[in-house]
Every structure is written in C-alpha cells, then in structure tokens.
C-alpha cells in the first residue's frame, strides 16, 4: 500500500540531526577543552546526579560511566558516516561544533586551529555528497571552564566569550555554510539549566533569577551571531531552536484552560517572543512575579540588538505533547522530553513514557506560524527504542517506521493547512549517546551502532530497516510513506 503525500516543496531539506556531544568522542583529542557534557554521567540517575544540591562539574571516574567521553567515535569515522547519510539521500545534515574544541577553555581569544580544521573536514565531506549543512552553534556543551569559573551563562561576561566564538566559526565557515542555529532548546532552562545554561543548584540552578537573566544574556548573544552572520553572508539564514511541546488542557474547565495558556505562554513561547520577535511579550511580568524575579541586568543597546537582529527562522525539536490539569486532587503523570505531565488518555507512549501525538505536531506547526508567520524547520523528532539486532545486526523497527510516517504526514497537512516549513532532520540518524540518560541503548537511529551501555561492542554501523524506508521517502519528496 503507498500512501501519497504531495505537500512538501521542490528543495524540502530531508535529512537527519545530531549533536557534537552526543557522537563525536575523541573528547580530549587535538586540543579540544572539556564541556559541561563531559562532566555528565550516564545512566538513569543522571538528571538526579545534576540536580542535586552538591555537584559543582566534577568528574568522578571511579563512580560514573562518562558516555560522552566516547560518543560512537565519529570524530574518527565520520566520513563513513556521511557517506551512509548520503547513501539515504540526505538533503541536508544538522550537527553542532563543540565550542571547547574551538575554545577549549570558552575565554581564550586565539582558537585551536585543530579544532576548526576538524570541522572544515567534516563541512567538506557534506558537500562533497551534496548535503547542505546545518550547523547549531552551541548544544548542550559549553567550555566545562566557562560552567565552573564563571558560573554559567548567568554572568554577563559570556555573552564577549560567544561573540568571539560565533565571530570565529562564522567568518570560518560562512561561505560554505548557509544555515545555522545559534542555541539548542534553549527554553530547555525552564526546567533543567544544566543542560543549556551550564548552571546547575549549586551555582544558582535553583533560582529563577538566575534562569531569566542566563536567557537575556543568550538572546543578547544570539543577536550578536545574527548581526555577525549576516555581515559575513547576507544570504546566510540564522535560526533559533526551542523544544516545542503542544500543550492541552485536560478539559474545558476555565482553570485548567487558563493554567494550559500559561504554560505555553512560559515554555512553549517566552525564548521565541524574545528572538523571533526582538522582545520581551506583555506576559513578562506576570512571569516574573510568580516565580520571584527582579529586574534584570539590561545593558544600554541590549534591547536594540535584541530587536535590530532577529532570527531568520524557527528551529524545533518536536517528540511529545503534555497535558494540563490544575484541579485534580492525584494526577497520573508522565515524563518527556525535560518536562512532563498529567497522563492523555488518548496517547500511547514509548518505552520511556514519552506520549506520542503525530496530530500534535500538525498543531505545534499551526500554532507557531500563526504567530510568528516566520519559516519553521523541524530539526529534532523521532523515537527513542531499545532495538533489537538479529545474528547480522539487522534491525526490524517498524515501530520507528510507524511513528516517522504518522509525523510526516501530520507534516504533510500542515504545509497543506499554509505552514512554511523548510525541512525535516529527525533526530539521531544515527545511534549516539542520549542526552537525557547518557544510554546508548535508548536508541534513535537509522543507523544501528554496535556499542552498548557499558561501552562495550566494535562501533560498527548497520543500516536498520527504516534506512531503506527512509531512503525511499527523501527519493519521492514525502510522496511514498508506504
């Protein structure tokens, strides 16, 4: 049976996403500096380790698992990689530098040139394959020096560390590189700064203030980068990025409806008012007031960045949609994608009680161009599984077919209901370590990786079945999702 789609326009940018700290290893190879990412254990206490009322970015070798330390050794074999990607008919790659390999410490002021020769190789490699490259410029890695010395991205001064980042990788890779992204899910902070804003309790996680005043200086800094891209190529197309969680109150109770206005007002909305829009939404200060922030600290021509140097489009990662519901008693909840909520009783879930909901992100992809009527990019979707290899490492995961299909076609009437959207890069392409559990074995990919979560196996790749299916998608442009 082929089910027809024809929605998707001539240039959709199929293709697939991953992140530097998530697969290229080589964690201190050719100069690079450590990251927040590499001070990450693995495992299922993760979160707990981070968000704990002690941690301060220490490594303790001797009582956690460091599974970033190794990602699936891409830093080594990442031409084999591309040429799988290529093999699929990628239209497009979304990666991320890791700014320690740039700037090992994050507030040097001369860069490795082992670091940025990398990248050079890797962007090469793409386009050698005709593969548009999609660069995000800081994704949950930040300098680990930049986290612990100066206490995250609540401190002012980091917004001169990224300018003088940002000034480097995009004057190095700006005619070559046409899109870009400046901060991973950065409305992450909301529920989990480590992540995102390097902060964690015991350098200010705990306090809001804290939270919205990191956000400032990143929109501050974001705006830099977009000035500098454009100067550099005035071609060049700078986005940001935002988890995008559609967001239902569990019933028509006006209390329930009002409480699911203010969470997508705080989540889904605040990070994309400041850097699609230029500045701060009306709901600011009620936000302010309910979870105890003060005025911020402002520079003079911050606002005018802020407004002058808005971004050119709207990257989202979309896996789950939450539900709200503010006068039961008990609720019946579930997790997600950094944050959770009252169980839908219409949704079934993944192995990680993520809820899966394809219409929801017809409505996502709605709900953002209608306010916005700015380009949208999906750069993170997909399912995380165990996947099971048979005696010639080959994985059946129609499962990972399934929900592909049903979020494409809810794609596909999206772009028929008027959405501009770019393109698609579901995430994990290829198996790599995951970000909310540090487990191989949560795994995403169309690419199967012998290595498991103790770091054991021989880190060769596989192509699964959803490799051909997707193949066959990217070759019809979305036509058959049979």
């Known amino acids: 049976m082929s089910i027809k789609a024809t929605a998707f326009p001539e240039g959709f940018l199929w293709g697939g996403a991953t992140a530097a700290n998530q697969l290229e290893g080589a964690y201190l190879s050719d100069g690079k500096g450590l990251s927040v990412a590499d001070a990450m254990p693995g495992g299922k206490h993760r979160f707990q380790v981070l968000g704990s009322d002690t941690f301060n970015w220490e490594?303790?070798?001797?009582?956690?698992?460091?599974?970033?330390?190794?990602?699936?050794?891409?830093?080594?074999?990442?031409?084999?990689?591309?040429?799988?990607?290529?093999?699929?008919?990628?239209?497009?790659?979304?990666?991320?530098?890791?700014?320690?390999?740039?700037?090992?410490?994050?507030?040097?002021?001369?860069?490795?040139?082992?670091?940025?020769?990398?990248?050079?190789?890797?962007?090469?490699?793409?386009?050698?394959?005709?593969?548009?490259?999609?660069?995000?410029?800081?994704?949950y890695e930040m300098p680990l020096h930049l986290a612990k010395e100066y206490g995250g991205w609540k401190n002012r001064q980091l917004i001169g560390f990224f300018e003088n980042y940002a000034k480097v990788v995009l004057n190095r890779y700006g005619k070559k590189v046409k899109y870009w992204m400046t901060f991973n899910e950065i409305n992450s902070a909301f529920h989990f700064p480590a992540l995102s804003q390097g902060m964690v309790k015991a350098t200010g996680a705990g306090d809001y203030q804290n939270v919205f005043q990191a956000w400032h200086n990143q929109f501050v800094a974001s705006?830099?980068?977009?000035?500098?891209?454009?100067?550099?190529?005035?071609?060049?197309?700078?986005?940001?990025?935002?988890?995008?969680?559609?967001?239902?109150?569990?019933?028509?109770?006006?209390?329930?409806?009002?409480?699911?206005?203010?969470?997508?007002?705080?989540?889904?909305?605040?990070?994309?008012?400041?850097?699609?829009?230029?500045?701060?939404?009306?709901?600011?200060?009620?936000?302010f007031e309910k979870y105890g922030v003060s005025e911020l600290e402002i520079?003079?021509?911050?606002?005018?960045?802020?407004?002058?140097?808005?971004?050119?489009?709207?990257?989202?990662?979309?896996?789950m949609s939450s539900a709200v519901?503010?006068?039961?008693e008990e609720e019946d909840t579930v997790v997600g994608n950094l944050l959770g909520g009252v169980r839908n009783p219409f949704l079934e879930a993944s192995e990680w009680g993520w809820q899966i909901d394809p219409e929801g992100l017809r409505i996502a992809?709605?709900?953002?161009?209608?306010?916005?009527?700015?380009?949208?990019?999906?750069?993170?979707?997909?399912?995380?599984?165990?996947?099971?290899?048979?005696?010639?490492?080959?994985?059946?995961?129609?499962?990972?077919?399934?929900?592909?299909?049903?979020?494409?076609?809810a794609?596909?009437?999206?772009?028929?209901?008027?959405?501009?959207?770019?393109?698609?890069?579901?995430?994990?392409?290829?198996?790599?370590?995951?970000?909310?559990?540090?487990?191989?074995?949560?795994?995403?990919g169309f690419i199967y990786?012998?290595?498991?979560?103790?770091?054991?196996?021989?880190?060769?790749r596989y192509e699964k079945k959803s490799f051909n299916w997707y193949k066959k998608v990217i070759e019809t442009n979305g036509q058959d999702l049979s």
């Open 299 to 319: 520079g003079p021509d911050d606002l005018d960045l802020m407004k002058k140097y808005t971004v050119d489009y709207i990257g989202f990662s979309y896996y």
């Open 325 to 328: 519901n503010e006068t039961a």
């Open 449 to 460: 990786v012998d290595l498991d979560d103790n770091g054991e196996g021989t880190l060769n």
């Open 223 to 287: 705006a830099k980068a977009v000035k500098i891209g454009h100067e550099i190529n005035p071609d060049m197309q700078i986005g940001c990025m935002i988890i995008y969680a559609t967001t239902y109150s569990i019933d028509a109770n006006p209390v329930n409806q009002m409480a699911t206005l203010a969470q997508n007002q705080e989540f889904n909305f605040y990070c994309t008012d400041a850097q699609v829009r230029g500045e701060y939404p009306a709901y600011q200060q009620r936000m």
């Open 411 to 444: 794609m596909t009437d999206a772009i028929k209901d008027g959405v501009d959207l770019m393109g698609y890069t579901p995430w994990g392409c290829i198996d790599l370590v995951s970000a909310s559990t540090g487990e191989m074995s949560k795994r995403y």
């Open 59 to 139: 490594i303790d070798e001797d009582k956690y698992i460091y599974p970033n330390h190794r990602g699936i050794d891409h830093y080594h074999r990442f031409k084999e990689d591309i040429a799988l990607f290529a093999k699929m008919g990628f239209k497009s790659y979304r990666f991320s530098i890791a700014w320690a390999r740039i700037f090992p410490k994050g507030d040097e002021v001369t860069p490795n040139e082992a670091g940025l020769a990398f990248y050079d190789q890797v962007i090469d490699e793409c386009l050698k394959h005709d593969i548009e490259p999609v660069v995000t410029i800081s994704h």
């Open 365 to 409: 992809l709605n709900e953002l161009y209608d306010r916005y009527q700015k380009p949208l990019f999906i750069v993170e979707n997909g399912l995380g599984a165990i996947d099971k290899v048979d005696e010639n490492f080959y994985v059946e995961d129609d499962y990972r077919i399934d929900y592909l299909r049903r979020h494409i076609e």
